[in-house]
């Protein structure tokens, strides 16, 4: 009996000295892959400066917040796709922060992050990184016969979430048992417009506001942060304020444009036409229309920036047809639809 103890000792001895030498790399034994700790840094920019200087010489005490009050917050999660040599792609999620995953073993790989906790942005062609693209969703109002004149082709869409998104293409290659640490600055793709409708008469006459920015890009490559050259025009609301109506509209920037923050030149802002529309709702019951072209505000900011008319009024003898807009009665409330797309949780 003391004989077959000694034996299951012993056995139980060697089993425990083959567990814990059989890998020289204990902490990795315990699935034999090769692994990466991404480390993520976050650019907070609501526009890029193309000579306007905004940041420098913001002016608070005009525009009511700070310069900085504007910039994108981080985002909820993000989403990794790894694509492989032989065609095929896999998916990670992470922390803003980073952390540290699994990867696969060899080179020739590449990685496209992005931010995925967004509502009003739908992704194309991801498994496809040439083509990976977000557009905004759609949505629909009446009206707007001077904007549907000068730009027949472009669809009107939401205001698009925050996005950012990086792309790594030569990512170290890996070994078995290999880690590896990678930083990563993850860039904005959306910026934000500061539309400012400056009333010189008549702003008491306001009831509500909406505007429509048309001439924008209606998509933006993940890969490398040029937009397309299909243009949309973005319908948003607007708040009322003491000087007249104001929004603040994400966008993609203007169409076929590089960005120069991934490593690309500007060449030029494209010549093309960009329209900037308010409506507005009448105490009385009434539309009032006004419309402006910003070609020339829009060819200085391409990616983000202030955008600002002056000089609007509402006479008091609301009944009449007045220079700069047209007046003629609505169903406001009933024609500004909206579709949302189907939220995916990771």
């Known amino acids: 009996m003391k004989i077959i103890n000694r034996y299951n000792t012993i056995a139980v001895l060697l089993l425990a000295f083959t567990l814990l030498t059989a890998c020289q790399r204990t902490e990795l034994c315990y699935d034999h892959y090769p692994s990466l700790t991404l480390g993520l840094d976050w650019e907070h920019e609501w526009e890029r400066d193309y000579g306007m200087n905004h940041s420098a010489n913001w002016d608070a005490g005009l525009h009511g917040f700070e310069y900085d009050d504007i910039r994108p917050e981080r985002p909820e999660w993000v989403n990794m796709v790894i694509n492989k040599p032989d065609g095929t792609s896999g ?63 472009a669809r009107s869409t939401n205001s698009p979430d925050v996005l950012y998104a990086s792309y790594v293409g030569n990512p170290p290659a890996f070994a078995v048992h290999d880690h590896h640490s990678l930083d990563v600055t993850m860039q904005p793709l959306v910026y934000t417009y500061v539309i400012r409708y400056e009333f010189e008469y008549g702003l008491e006459h306001v009831s509500l ?38 929004a603040h509209v994400r966008t993609f920037g203007i169409p076929g444009f590089p960005d120069e923050y991934y490593g690309r030149a500007d060449d030029g802002a494209p010549d093309r036409p960009y329209s900037l529309n308010l409506e507005i709702l009448l105490k009385n019951g009434k539309t009032a229309e006004f419309n402006y072209d910003i070609a020339d505000q829009l060819r200085k900011q ?24 047209d007046v003629d009665v609505s169903d406001w409330p009933n024609h500004d639809i909206i579709d949302l797309p189907i939220e995916v949780e990771p």
Do not use: W
Request: with cysteine; aromatic share 8%.
């Open 91 to 153: 998916e990670r999620y992470l922390t803003p922060e980073g952390g540290k995953i699994n990867v696969d073993l060899g080179e020739g790989q590449s990685y496209l992050l992005y931010n995925g906790d967004t509502e009003y942005i739908l992704l194309h062609d991801i498994a496809s990184l040439n083509d990976a693209r977000a557009t905004a969703t759609s949505r629909s109002r009446s009206g707007m016969t001077y904007i549907n004149e000068h730009h027949p082709d």
């Open 209 to 246: 506001a909406r505007g429509a920015l048309a001439g924008m890009a209606e998509s933006v490559y993940l890969r490398d942060g040029r937009t397309s050259d299909n243009t949309s025009i973005i319908l948003y609301d607007c708040d009322i304020k003491s000087y007249g109506c104001e």
């Open 302 to 325: 391409p990616r983000g920036g202030v955008i600002t008319v002056s000089g609007l009024r509402i006479e008091d003898q609301i009944g009449e047809t007045n220079s700069g807009f």
